[in-house]
């Protein structure tokens, strides 16, 4: 391992997450005593196929028989759903070792085979009349805590299809998931040159930050090369995946790419146009003024693509070991209440997080919830950067929302990416804050830079990715997309973004092949944008008044996805659907720079 500074502890003694409180190892005979058990509950579930119909003149039976329906489907999916969380949180740690990736994928298909035949209860639900299920809610008041789920199943129904089709598109599920299976293996195997070392993708990607130009470049040119050679395969692999999407969307009767992915987070189309729309137009006041002013600051005319992220400061930053950066995320979480310091603190009592950078560990970091029952389990590669103190407190903002609404149930608790990103944004912000307040005021020039790049990495780059996949997939209709031509509209979206005081050197082009959310979960990186924006009035909302401002957030958090995000804000006096509320995010990081230009 290579890291940039030296801290008084080693930053890179962080804790290895234990997966025993799902199962010992993949022998385990609970694993297949559960597939059993899944297969008993779908049985059962099965059992009523047919008999929501067949009683919708009867509205107390048909609510008992909707609520005993649904009840078994959530069981069903969540004995599924451990399976699943452990498969994929072991293989995520061992993307070199060919039996995890193995085993993943054949849990995978295994669930497949045993959840597809329960396709029927959201066709069988969506035969029934709106007016039908509200007289079955009233007449059985148990089933109405499933009003929120079934409002998310009654939003598809435009886009159904047949039983048949829809049960071959289930079984196909595992097939479709080989190709993020490729991209996953083939980033996990590379090795980067950097100089004399040898790095992997996260300690490449970690080295952009280094204080060091030289160190810099020898990384950032080290993953041009890397990614070049690859970059034949993650264009086939992105082909593949878009084609494969365009062809469901078309079954299913989407527009745009993105239609599906609207649709399950519960927002307008028009109003995430709307948002990437008006940070487009704030690139000039947001990225090309602050890049501007670093290259100014730095004492360069022009930035290269790698010194995005460098610190302004020529001296060392500040490193923090795993000690220190626990009790900073603590205190921060300690500051909207005990609760939530509470909530935070047992990730850390318990082996709940994997935070030990090692080869063959996939880069990034995840909060990954595993059941309403269960608790989640928090991902990161813990390089003892400041960035890794915001990306660990923003992971466990994830982890305590999850922690949060677990009292809804899995089919509730799972929130809409509207939503998604705000607790986590949230804890990253008290975070910041936090480490600006303590900083020696040598420091607070370079942490208001950090700050204001992380803020541009979650909104400008984020649109500026969901740009960049939108006019792939809107090339990918008429074709496949060779890999130059992605490498041509990636720079045009990422030269637009960032402005003209940067440098998009030789060999960026090739940058977008290892973006896992393009492969994984397309169209996803709004969400982030989102978060951030949606965030920023909230913090502004805390700041009027912080203890009125705690227990409408809990309240939030532990609603889960059982409200939309219109409905979840309106307490706090937030109204989303009015344009002026997403240029408050924008002032707001219009501010920060501000205030960084009077310490230039």
Do not use: C
Request: aromatic letters at 8%; a negative charge.
């Amino acid at each position: 391992m290579n890291a940039p500074f030296k801290t008084q502890a080693d930053p890179l003694d962080a804790p290895l997450w234990d997966l025993s409180d799902l199962y010992a190892s993949r022998e385990d005979a609970r694993i297949e005593g559960d597939l059993e058990r899944a297969r008993g509950l779908v049985a059962e579930l099965n059992a009523l196929q047919g008999r929501l119909i067949e009683t919708r003149a009867d509205a107390a039976v048909l609510g008992e028989r909707l609520d005993r329906a649904v009840t078994l489907y959530e069981q069903a999916s969540d004995v599924l759903g451990g399976l699943g969380a452990y498969a994929f949180l072991a293989a995520s740690t061992n993307r070199n070792d060919a039996g995890a990736q193995g085993f993943e994928a054949t849990v995978r298909e295994k669930m497949t085979a045993i959840a597809t035949p329960t396709v029927w209860v959201t066709l069988e639900v969506n035969q029934l009349e709106e007016a039908e299920i509200e007289a079955a809610l009233a007449a059985y008041p148990a089933g109405a805590r499933w009003r929120p789920w079934l409002r998310r199943v009654r939003a598809m129904k435009p886009h159904e299809l047949s039983q048949e089709l829809e049960t071959f598109l289930a079984e196909r599920g595992p097939i479709s998931a080989q190709w993020p299976r490729l991209f996953d293996e083939t980033l996990a195997a590379m090795k980067i040159r950097a100089g004399k070392d040898e790095l992997t993708l996260a300690e490449a990607l970690n080295r952009l930050s280094d204080p060091k130009a030289a160190r810099r470049k020898a990384a950032a040119e080290g993953l041009n090369g890397a990614l070049a050679q690859r970059t034949a395969t993650m264009a086939l692999v992105m082909n593949t995946v878009a084609a494969d999407k365009a062809l469901e969307d078309r079954w299913r009767g989407f527009k745009r790419p993105a239609d599906g992915r609207h649709l399950s987070n519960e927002v307008d189309g028009e109003a995430v146009d709307a948002m990437a729309d008006a940070v487009a137009a704030a690139y000039p006041r947001l990225s090309h003024r602050y890049y501007a002013l670093k290259a100014r600051a730095m004492g360069k005319a022009k930035l290269d693509q790698w010194d995005r992220n460098a610190p302004i400061e020529t001296t060392a930053p500040r490193g923090y070991d795993w000690a220190a950066g626990k009790q900073l995320v603590l205190e921060s979480f300690a500051d909207l209440g005990p609760e939530f310091a509470d909530r935070a603190g047992g990730f850390f009592d318990r082996p709940w997080i994997d935070g030990k950078a090692r080869p063959g560990k996939q880069s990034g970091a995840y909060a990954h919830p595993v059941t309403s029952d269960r608790h989640p389990y928090v991902f990161l590669n813990w390089m003892g950067e400041r960035r890794d103190v915001l990306t660990l407190a923003h992971e466990l903002g994830h982890g305590v929302h999850q922690t949060l609404a677990a009292g809804q149930g899995s089919l509730l608790a799972d929130t809409p990416l509207t939503l998604a990103e705000t607790a986590s944004i949230f804890a990253e912000g008290l975070t910041f804050d936090r480490l600006l307040k303590t900083a020696p005021k040598a420091e607070q020039r370079g942490l208001l830079a950090g700050r204001i790049e992380d803020g541009l990495n979650t909104v400008v780059r984020q649109i500026a990715f969901h740009r960049f996949e939108t006019r792939f997939h809107d090339e990918r209709a008429a074709g496949e997309v060779p890999a130059e031509r992605i490498g041509e509209i990636w720079m045009e979206e990422m030269g637009a973004s960032l402005g003209p005081a940067v440098t998009l050197n030789p060999g960026y082009e090739h940058w977008w092949s290892y973006v896992s959310h393009f492969v994984h979960s397309p169209f996803y990186v709004y969400a982030y944008a989102f978060g951030d924006l949606l965030v920023a009035a909230l913090m502004e909302t805390r700041a009027k008044d912080p203890e009125g401002f705690t227990p409408l957030y809990r309240e939030l958090l532990a609603g889960g996805g059982s409200r939309g995000y219109v409905e979840a804000l309106a307490p706090f006096g937030l109204n989303p659907r009015d344009p002026a509320f997403w240029t408050i995010g924008t002032k707001r990081l219009e501010g920060l720079i501000d205030r960084f230009e009077a310490l230039v």
